[in-house]
């Protein structure tokens, strides 16, 4: 069956540390997309890509990079300079077009904790 | 600034009620709107979507929303609960011209026997 595969499903970081979170898929999708979830706030947009080798920046890029070198590949590096990562960090994907216009499917995320 | 308002962090119904979620926007401009839905630790599923035509959308489980622009409101309802739609349900408006969707904060919806 299609769909995106987020891992791991839990991860810890210690202080300083850089963590990278990944995300594949296959649906053929040419957009993809990283999400901050923390409660009672709704989802955050962090960074998206609608072409290989192509992003652009979210809501709360800082922080945070990415790359897209593949196609079905899109992994998310939170990086110290992230001074509160624990959140639930969610990957999603979509069809070309107008990105933003299509249903989003959504990975079923990691749950980044610092230790 | 472009918003999503919903009413109700955490809404309870019966077995067999109406479930009735709110959801308001702020835009001059019909956006596009979606429905998800979140199960514990679980990514979001789509529940239905409005672009354009038909104010009334029929979305999966049961489920529908009506698009209504006077009122700047695309509400969730289903005619009768049941205990497996207990989750959170999550109102997303894209702006046109906007290139994101802004989620409202959410609704958890407890379903009670």
């Known amino acids: 069956d299609g769909g995106i595969t987020q891992s791991p499903k839990y991860l810890f970081r210690k202080e300083g540390q850089n963590v990278t979170l990944s995300c594949e898929q296959n649906l053929n999708h040419d957009a993809m997309y990283w999400y901050r979830q923390d409660p009672g706030q709704g989802l955050r947009l962090i960074y998206y890509?609608?072409?290989?080798?192509?992003?652009q920046k979210g809501d709360i890029a800082e922080g945070y990079s990415v790359s897209r070198e593949k196609k079905e590949s899109f992994p998310l590096t939170v990086t110290s300079a992230q001074k509160n990562p624990t959140a639930f960090y969610l990957c999603?994907?979509?069809?070309?077009?107008?990105?933003?216009?299509?249903?989003?499917?959504f990975g079923d995320g990691t749950r980044l904790s610092i230790l | 600034a472009q918003s999503v308002t919903q009413l109700g962090s955490h809404v309870s119904v019966s077995e067999g009620a109406l479930v009735l979620l709110r959801c308001n926007y702020s835009?001059?401009?019909?956006?596009?709107l979606f429905w998800y839905v979140q199960y514990p630790n679980q990514g979001l599923q789509l529940l239905l979507k409005?672009?354009?035509?038909?104010?009334l959308v029929k979305g999966i489980n049961g489920f529908e929303a009506e698009f209504k622009k006077s009122e700047t409101s695309f509400h969730l309802t289903k005619p009768s609960a049941h205990m497996s739609d207990a989750a959170e349900y999550f109102c997303a408006v894209r702006i046109q011209g906007a290139q994101k969707l802004v989620f409202g904060q959410g609704t958890r919806l407890t379903i009670n026997p």
């Open positions: 835009s001059s401009v019909p956006p596009y």
């Open positions: 890509s609608q072409i290989v080798n192509d992003f």
């Open positions: 999603a994907s979509s069809i070309q077009g107008d990105s933003f216009n299509q249903p989003q499917h």
């Open positions: 409005y672009t354009t035509g038909a104010t």
